[in-house]
């Protein structure tokens, strides 16, 4: 597999995760009521989703871009 797909599915899993770690930093402590509309609402997984996709996918693209900014960085400096 070429190296800059590799390194975009990488950040991209890692920036993911970090964002999923995120979501559950709120609904875990139920900031804003947050846990209490989910499991109230009339279908739990798919409002929990709704907000761990695009949590997912923003800190993905965020951690990913973050990593292509800083590739071209001497770091023997």
Request: aromatic fraction near 10%; proline fraction near 5%; glycine fraction near 12%.
């Amino acid at each position: 597999m070429n190296t800059l797909v590799r390194f975009t599915i990488a950040s991209m899993a890692i920036g993911s995760t970090i964002g999923w770690a995120a979501g559950a930093a709120l609904f875990i402590p139920n900031a804003g009521g947050l846990r209490d509309m989910i499991l109230n609402s009339a279908n739990p997984p798919v409002l929990a989703a709704m907000m761990a996709v695009p949590v997912g996918w923003l800190f993905g693209i965020g951690y990913l871009a973050t990593a292509m900014m800083f590739l071209g960085e001497d770091r023997d400096a």
